[in-house]
């Protein structure tokens, strides 16, 4: 350009924070942090119940609204696509007890433009034999699993998990990762909270 300045158009970083603050009343939950998030990568934030992860990942969810400080997806401040590229799993989500796990699945992919098909969030998260199961019949293990193909159903290129093996057993525990370190290899960015020091 005539100014001599270079613009950058490969950014590196899928998410910017700079700056975040966040306070309830007097209580401050995220006190003025900052940190990039690479493309491709899985970024965890590790820390105690009540250190703000939760309320760090709402802000970069954009759910909750910052008190001050900036957040940039791709570079820019985040859109209404922002919503369609990215994939959820909430630390608690209630499902409809008397709803399939193949009608969950079918409910939630309407939300979207493009999503990916039954048969492969079925095969990806390996729920093909629970299918027909009602929702109130399945196990803690399966129903995270649900959980995690709800996350994907849209094929997110973020995904923001917010403590996804808390309370599984060893088994569940290492089936939720497999598939996230699925997700990784596919070139997905995935963030997640945890406050186990192995799992980060």
Known sequence: SQTGLRIMSDNPY???VRNLKKSYNK????????FNIAKGTCFGLLGPNGAGKTTTVELLENIITPDSGTILYKGKDRGRQFNQEIGIQFQHTELLNYLTVEETLKTFAAFYHKPLSLSAILSLCTLEDIRKNMNNKISGGQRQRLLLGLALLNDPELLFLDEPSTGLDP????????IIQGMKKKGKT???TTHYMEEA
């Open 14 to 16: 899928i998410i910017e």
């Open 27 to 34: 209580h401050i939950a995220v006190n003025d942090i900052s």
């Open 171 to 178: 088994h569940a525990r290492k089936n939720i990762w497999e």
């Open 190 to 192: 995935v963030v997640l």
